[in-house]
């Protein structure tokens, strides 16, 4: 068939194939197959094309029965290994549209043109949606069935830390997923109403239902992973270090101390318009510039390497592009961050301290004035946009308390060393290294800590870094796993930030923002099935190795799910996957009503029900 549909390919039109099949013996009795009826079977393929098959289906001469009631039939084998069940596409097709939809971010309208020029097929958009979401529930089964592999090989490697952490976008499209940190796999996705410990405990049950007890945990310090873990190690009676991540420890520390000033500080700024006036300025004058940019570059260059012995700036053009490349340089203030989020890069005391310089620099630049009118002009105008933040009220006193809270912050930060990126390959004694400095630095916190007088906000700012110490305290550290023997022996450490969760959680949102065009992902997070996550663990050869052995192999490995579920339900025996009896849990554990339930329960007869039982005597106890 193959072949014919090779040697066709181009032909308008589906290529017409006969499917001839042995028709073998009965499975059950051994005994002659018979001719049930022919059927066509029109079919979209990568391998084959379009094509239109008849399809010969045999029965059982014997009439034999599948113990869930059905006949024994045969169909072509070569048919039900290529086409999905109920649907003319083939598990090819579904897999290449998956792939692209998840894993390379394409667009619906991308993937259809490269499917009928690269392929000759021809699919609707709500076709490809549809197959889409196929391939996402195909991989969740996939993974599913081979849980007892993946958990085989994470026994081997002395046992598995746990990463939980879940997101979602202003509450939307909330996303739970579970890692197996040494191998970076994800063991479990999940979309969960809201990020609520009642909801994460489940989850939690049934991955190490499917993979087995992790050997530490690894989360936020958030009131939904916090108990949620804590359940699961009560539970299941498990001595393993539950880890708090250090990253959101100083994290927490800082946002509670630095958030009031740091947002007081923008309100400032923006009330001022400074960065609207620097914006403008610097256009006002590009557009004086004109079209020769590289002689204003050059200008520039020149002044920059000329003997600072007197602050100056010369006239006509060459001062105007001096004056554009101090608003320019103000607004570059977003350089100086470190790269991480705040509280760690504080944007708006960069930009204050920027100004202030820029401002000390253009007073001196107008002590000597340029030689030029235009130019002066152009100067004071940058002197007039930075003057509200020179105020010794309100900006100066924000800043300074913003600063002094840093300090501590920044403390902490350096012993537990968070200063930029996060550590990936550390030793068992870097960690004592870092262990000792903060027990000491903790320590002489409570002695800096002012008993009375006027530096409330610093004892406040003590109290807070002290609570926090004790609230986790024994949880900051319990890095170095002791592998068994079986696994190689010695020491391996679980991650001290959770770092890898929350980058793969980065990572997705801005893949789904490059795909959407969209800022705001609430709606895309909320449409997205929990298990389009998987797809990218087929970027880990040592997955991909246990679950279909090669990518290649995945659409028949599709195919292969797909016979042993239809034989399974022939035979009458339940379904493996438990993951629907989960969703259900989910769903019913979520706060609001769903639809159909809300129509039960409010009714007047519900109400009078439950009226007159609560109205109705109870019943004399009989002994
Ligand atoms: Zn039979």
Redesign the pocket.
Known sequence: MEERCRAKRGVVGPVAVVVAEDRG???????P?VVQKNAPRRGQTLAHGRFEAQETIYV?????RWPAGAR?TRRAAGLCEALMPKSNFGYDVMVLVGQQRFGHHRQREEIQSALREEHGITISTGELSELSRRFTAYRGRLHRTRGGQLAATLATDGGWPLHVDATGEAGRGTLLIVMAGWRRWILGAWKIATERADLVLPCLREVVHRFGAPCAAMRDLGKAMTPALADLVAERELTIPVLACHQHFVADVGKDRLEPAHAELRGLFRRAKVRPHLSALGRDLGRQLGTNVEQARQAVRDWQSQEATEPRIEGGRNGLAVVRSLAQWTLDFKVAASGLDFPFDRPYLDLYERCLTALRATDAFLRTPPPDRQVTSALKRFHRALAPVDCQVPFSPVATRLRRHAVLVDELRTVLRLASVYPEAETEQELTQMRDPLDEWVASLAKRRPARGPAQDIREAIDVILRHMDDHGNTLWGQAIRLPEGAGGGVRLVARTNALAENFFKRLKHDERRRSGRKNLGQELEHLPAEAVLVYKLEYDDYVQIVCGSLDRLPATFAELDQLERQRRLNGEPSKDREDDLRTILQLASASLSTADRRVVRTEEMERRIDAAARSRAPRRQK
Request: overall charge negative; proline content about 7%.
């Open positions: 013996g009965c499975p059950l009795c051994d005994g197959m059982c001469a014997a009439a034999c024994v």
